[in-house]
């Protein structure tokens, strides 16, 4: 068992540290008694997880955290971390009650998440213990910046069974990061004893086989044990840059959440005995009976706090409410507008390269102009290998390992970092392979769900400023796992741009304006394409394709073809052939797909009246789906027959290439719809 | 004889009961004072020069509240010339990495402080994974599982009390 120095104690620290605290502990309790009355009134606060219980943990962590230099992630349940931060008063309750002065979110969040980003207190979700992957990637730009600070992410001891909070932890003994992870253990998850959890009561010890941590247990029930744990993990991650894991047993004293009744499942004499264990009525009884305060003081400080808790709550109430018209703000920020190729196209004459030249060259050339970007990924650096199709070839030579670097096989760790690190500042752009192969990325669905309402849930105060890269699509005999497309299931989640490109020219283009942005793209690689000479294009060397902007790939009168990626070049290929029988097809690559260039799409309909959808994804539910949707609703008068969408089969897409054949849309099969609509 | 004092929480059930036990297994003969640890003072402790602690493990092997809060005073008491026995109530299938955890802390912090710690027992017969009660093979004190093996207190309080009476002057 580590022991930690005591630096903190009831007789030597000095008075006006113990009243700030007690103070601190005071108003913080008299709030979370109070919480539950606003719902009761119908006010707010319709989430409370009461914090009484955590009390002397909670101040510590807040103690040691250094505004603006050090980065925190509290969870749900920190009203009194929140408090000891710095946040006042009147600030928890905007939270609570979500007025539009709420600094964590504006009322878009849930009550008792608490933050402050400014500070550095962010904005997190709800999903328990997901921070744990950003307070390791922030930690990552803390440690390159070479910034004396530390990360803190802030949990219960149940978010230790989540597979992500093991990713963080290995990653931030891997890298040797500064994070310390507070992990408050109440011995419940809602109403799941930790026996049901893991097989180990002292949770943080399942960890002490990772190299480079430093676990320390304490009572986080008692004020000076927390906070001589929290001051000696602080410390030793300064001093050493190492993580340090702090378990700090607590008890909870009430029931998980308002919308829990605890009485259902522990006993009248374990809830007898965990009011007996109150930190606040501990620490009050010791500061009388070692003489620091005389019950008359503490009366005083009580009475104030009273006060104080009284006209929070009144400056509260007055505080606005969130104006729902502003629903629509904050789902994504603006991106960087090409100012030279408006449009993203251009009329360049001369060599052409390979998609696969055009990526590598567009991140060599991105990473020369801005300093600050890094890329990681799983086989994303080793020797002369770079990238599982070889994209990043040379990027690590040229830009070091500390900019571009291998990733664990862990993709909620790519995607959850990359998050994190950009936190760290706004000048920040990340590159992630997010995944080996596209349908492999489902393990950092969590993440990527998670990211995409960074922006609307902090009402516009944080965006992770990161491109996701996914060699994507069949054709390449992959079956499961390597062949499979994903953007149909990935369309419906807004607050991340989506592009899927089908030219060298416009993949160097969409990856330079994704870079270059704010916020999260996806940039989908249709990997089948890579090093195909159809693919192959001029491409001008600052060339830049704004978001949203479909491509006419050829023009024609009879009817439009509507795709992206792969399908391109086949739609094109059956163009031609249908061409040669005296048929004339427009071809649109949409090369976003969010967001969507209607403007495009519904000015070619508009004069031909025929229309087809194709693209490599499933035809059920795939994004075709929504243009379907889309012509029906916004072009209906204009058809002249049914819209015909070709992709793949509602099945996996098989291994052997005679499936593949089968599931996966072609040349001929699109030819053959054609054919249909042709003669409607 | 000294005087010997045995110091529990006089608002506990279980290690109360054990308090009543070992008065009883002392005998009229040996007069043994109670005192509620909920309302110790040092000079309280001090007056006594054999001492009886009832010491159960809370939690995680943590000190109860009335316990923990006396340690600073503790701390700056010159316990020289004292003998102590501890004994404790503990878990050891709920909570078998801290089992009687507390007797240890205790027994360590009054051996700083000067005193003679007495009544080591075996611990043949229990099962857990650590204890802080464990020294050299042996429990500093006595520990008694209520919740497991609440039938083998009675013969376990009767072997400690037989060698506490050998050793308390």
């Not at chain 1, 290995?170 to 419940?188: C, H, M, R, T, W």
């Not at chain 1, 998980?256 to 606040?280: G, I």
């Not at chain 1, 991340?496 to 942005?517: C, E, K, N």
């Not at chain 1, 209906?636 to 897409?653: A, H, I, M, Q, W």
Request: hydrophobic fraction near 35%; charge should be negative; proline fraction near 4%.
């Amino acid at each position: 068992m580590d022991t930690v120095p005591i630096v903190f104690s009831i007789k030597t620290t000095p008075k006006e540290t113990l009243e700030k605290w007690f103070r601190l502990m005071t108003l913080g309790r008299a709030i979370d008694e109070k919480a539950p009355n606003y719902l009761k009134q119908a006010i707010g606060w319709s989430y409370h997880a009461p914090y009484a219980g955590h009390d002397g943990i909670q101040l510590a962590i807040g103690q040691i955290f250094e505004k603006e230099v050090d980065h925190i992630f509290l969870y749900y349940r920190d009203l009194l971390t929140a408090m000891s931060c710095g946040l006042t008063a009147e600030e928890i309750i905007l939270n609570g009650i979500s007025k539009a002065t709420d600094l964590s979110s504006g009322g878009r969040h849930m009550s008792n998440h608490f933050a402050k980003i400014p500070w550095n207190i962010h904005n997190v979700s709800s999903l328990t213990g997901n921070h744990t992957l950003h307070a390791v990637g922030v930690a990552r730009a803390i440690k390159y910046y070479g910034q004396k600070a530390v990360a803190i992410s802030v949990q219960g001891e149940s978010s230790l069974s989540e597979g992500f909070v093991y990713e963080a932890i290995n990653g931030a003994s891997k890298e040797k990061l500064p994070v310390i992870f507070a992990i408050q253990d109440n011995g419940y998850g809602i109403s799941v004893p930790k026996k049901d959890q893991t097989a180990n009561r002292k949770v943080a010890n399942n960890f002490t086989g990772f190299k480079n941590l430093r676990i320390i247990h304490c009572n986080g029930k008692d004020v000076f044990e927390s906070m001589n744990a929290m001051h000696e993990a602080k410390k030793h991650a300064l001093e050493t840059g190492m993580p340090v894991m702090v378990q700090a047993n607590c008890i909870r004293m009430h029931s998980h959440s308002n919308s829990d009744r605890h009485e259902l499942y522990r006993s009248e004499e374990e809830r007898n005995y965990a009011q007996e264990y109150d930190p606040l009525a501990k620490y009050k009884r010791m500061l009388v009976r070692y003489n620091r305060f005389t019950n008359e003081e503490i009366i005083a400080i009580e009475n104030e706090s009273k006060i104080e808790l009284k006209e929070a709550h009144k400056k509260a109430l007055k505080a606005p409410d969130p104006d729902p018209n502003t629903y629509l703000d904050f789902v994504l920020p603006e991106p960087h507008k090409p100012l030279k190729y408006v449009d993203g196209t251009h009329h360049e004459e001369g060599e052409k390269k390979k998609l696969i030249t055009a990526l590598n060259e567009t991140l060599k050339a991105e990473f020369r102009n801005n300093p600050d970007t890094f890329m990681w990924g799983q086989d994303m650096a080793n020797k002369d290998k770079g990238g599982i199709f070889n994209v990043s070839k040379g990027l690590q030579q040229e830009f070091g390992p500390k900019r571009v670097f291998n990733a664990p096989i862990a993709e909620d760790f790519i995607v959850g970092t990359a998050n994190g690190m950009s936190r760290y500042d706004e000048k920040i752009r990340i590159v992630i392979e997010g995944a080996e192969f596209a349908d492999y990325f489902w393990p950092a669905m969590e993440q990527y769900v998670d990211s995409s309402h960074d922006f609307w849930r902090s009402n516009g105060q944080f965006t992770p400023n990161v491109t996701i890269r996914l060699a994507s699509g069949g054709y390449i005999g992959g079956g499961i796992y390597h062949s499979q497309n994903i953007e149909g299931a990935l369309t419906s989640i807004p607050g991340v741009r989506i592009v899927y490109p089908s030219f060298a020219d416009d993949a160097a283009g969409l990856l330079r304006t994704a870079i270059r942005s704010r916020g999260m793209t996806m940039f989908m690689e249709p990997k089948a394409l890579y090093n195909d000479p159809k693919a192959a294009t001029v491409i001008p060397d600052d060339f830049e394709v704004p978001f949203g902007k479909a491509r006419i790939r050829r023009n024609g009168e009879d009817l439009v073809m509507i795709t992206y990626g792969n399908t391109t070049h086949m739609c094109l290929e059956a163009a031609e052939k249908l061409s040669k029988e005296g048929s004339s097809v427009e071809v649109i690559d949409l090369r976003s797909l969010v967001p969507l260039d209607k403007e495009t799409i519904l000015n070619s309909i508009k004069r031909i009246g025929k229309v087809m959808v194709v693209h490599e994804d499933k035809v059920h539910s795939g994004f075709g789906a929504e243009i379907t949707s889309v012509i029906m609703e916004e072009a209906f008068e204009y058809l002249d027959c049914p819209v015909k969408r070709v992709g793949s089969s509602f099945t996996p897409v098989g291994f052997h290439r005679s499936f593949e054949r089968m599931i996966l849309p072609n040349t001929e099969k699109i030819y053959i719809a054609a054919k249909e609509v042709l003669a409607y | 004889m000294n005087k010997t004092g045995i110091f529990y929480s006089f608002n506990s059930k279980k290690t109360a009961k054990a308090a009543e036990k070992i008065i009883e297994e002392f005998g009229a003969d040996f007069k043994i004072v109670p005192v509620n640890a909920e309302e110790l003072t040092e000079e309280l402790f001090l007056s006594f020069t054999n001492l009886i602690l009832g010491v159960p493990t809370w939690f995680d092997g943590e000190l109860p509240n009335y316990w923990d809060e006396f340690v600073p005073a503790l701390e700056d008491l010159d316990l020289k010339g004292k003998t102590i026995a501890i004994y404790g109530l503990g878990n050891q299938v709920e909570y078998p990495e801290n089992f009687g955890d507390a007797v240890g802390t205790m027994v360590n912090l009054v051996k700083q402080r000067g005193a003679k710690v007495i009544g080591s027992t075996t611990i043949e017969g229990y099962t857990y994974e650590s204890s802080k009660a464990e020294l050299d093979g042996k429990f500093v004190g006595l520990l008694l599982d209520q919740e497991t093996q609440p039938r083998l207190s009675k013969e376990r309080i009767a072997n400690w009390v037989a060698d506490l009476k050998t050793q308390f002057k």
